[in-house]
């Protein structure tokens, strides 16, 4: 707790002297390969790699210095079907990231939240139940799950306007039972110092 | 209560919908550890110890559904208790009724796996394992029921472990809230698979459903710290670091004057 608070004091103190200083709105589109490894896919065994998921976030970057940048970042994924149509899923996160740059690479790390919504159509289904067939509910409501992600990535500026970036959001990651890793990369256009 | 949750895993066709769930009121655990225990002395027929059977148990609850990144429910390997013969012997359902539950196999508390030898529960020896929760107050189930398919000419005993592991972790899908999905690759499809590895994109999208994460909380502002989420101090961290960078967002500059 006493940690905490000393965190927290710092955080306040270096608010209110550090953000004098320029930012950078940017705009990223990528893809994102979710929970790599984790999901059966096939009758063989065979687990997922990576699949078409476009996501599209916005950042804007606060130079503290000319080498350390704090990059808030709203995003989401394309709203998708599940692994069957009648499943709608989309996920959205707020992250907080830092980054750490070089003369053409940069550091990445950050946490935030990531939501995923998932949804369905209501009604019944007629399925299978191994002697017969019998009615199942399908969902309805729209449910929202709520994880704690960390942010590992790099960055590469190819020039002032463009980047690229590869990264990693870790679900759990103090927990080995359910942690679970998905695997990003984006282009991103920096719009400067529009605000 | 019309029960839609027996349950059993044989093989057939497919057909094209989404995860299910067992019944139209979406009854869920209250809890978010759920134990697993095992009836001991029942599993005359399938060659296996209950210290067996409750291992395979424990690769059951490890190896699938404990492993979904976005639900909050665990189950844990429990313990072999002893419980009445009826749990052996009886049926599942009551006769002549749309399988409401038999009251003398109620289960207390989470979830129970019994071996179980009464014909009216397997109809065919192909039909591995029945499962019904089987003790429900309005939405929340206290207690779920598995019974596995002891008679001489069950076909559980001659699946591999790890093929035994993944029906079980079947059934415990079916205990928690979930009806059968019809994606040959998830662990809900109603037929067994001899390489069923891990779940499909479908089982981590039903537990998710019936039971989403919320980190780093897990109500609107409330902490339980009698043994529910422990609060999270990189949530809290995150969370002041995002109020300082709004703030400094929207914080009015000074318009700079072209000269």
Known sequence: MKKLKYLIFLLLISSSSVFAVTTDLNVSLGNLCEYVGKIQTDEDGGKNFCSFLPSLSGNLDFFITPEFVLSPQLGATLPKSGRDENIKRMTMYALLNSKYKTSYVNLIGGAGLYLTRISGPGGEALLNNGNGTDSFPLPKDAVYTRNFIVNLGLGFDFNKEWSAELYTYVFNALKSEDRAFSLGFSATYHFGEVL | ?259
């Not at chain 2, 190896?63 to 665990?74: A, H, V």
């Not at chain 2, 459903?209 to 961290?237: A, E, H, M, R, V």
Request: with cysteine; hydrophobic share 40%.
């Open chain 2, 1 to 259: 209560m019309k029960f839609l949750a027996i349950v059993f895993s044989i093989l057939l066709s497919t057909q094209s919908e989404a995860f299910t769930m067992n019944n139209s009121a979406k009854i869920v655990f209250a809890k978010d550890e759920v134990a697993v225990n095992v009836a001991g002395g029942f599993c005359t027929n399938l060659g296996i110890t209950d210290e067996e059977l409750l291992s395979i148990v424990g690769t059951a609850v490890d190896n699938f559904w404990n492993k979904s990144p976005t639900s909050r429910l665990k189950l844990r390997k429990g313990a072999v208790v002893n419980v009445a013969t009826d749990f052996h012997t009886g049926t599942i359902c009551m006769p002549s009724t749309n399988c409401e539950p038999n009251p003398d196999l109620s289960v207390a508390s989470d979830i129970l796996i019994s071996c179980n030898n009464n014909a009216a529960n397997f109809s065919s020896s192909a039909i591995l394992a029945v499962t019904i929760p089987n003790n429900i107050s309005g939405t929340t189930i206290l207690g779920s029921l598995v019974l596995i398919n002891d008679q001489a000419s069950n076909q559980f005993d001659t699946k591999a472990r790890n093929e035994q592991a993944a029906i079980i972790a079947h059934e415990l899908g079916h205990a928690f809230g979930l009806g059968h999905s019809p994606v040959q690759d998830s662990l809900m499809y109603y037929a067994t698979m001899s390489k069923r590895m891990a779940l499909g994109r479908d089982d981590i999208d039903g537990i998710s459903y019936l039971y989403p994460k919320q980190q780093p909380f897990s109500g609107c502002g409330t902490i339980d710290l009698n043994g529910g989420d422990k609060p999270n101090w990189w949530g809290g961290l995150f969370i002041g670091f995002s109020i300082i960078a709004l703030a400094e967002l929207f914080r009015k500059k000074p318009k700079s004057k072209l000269v």
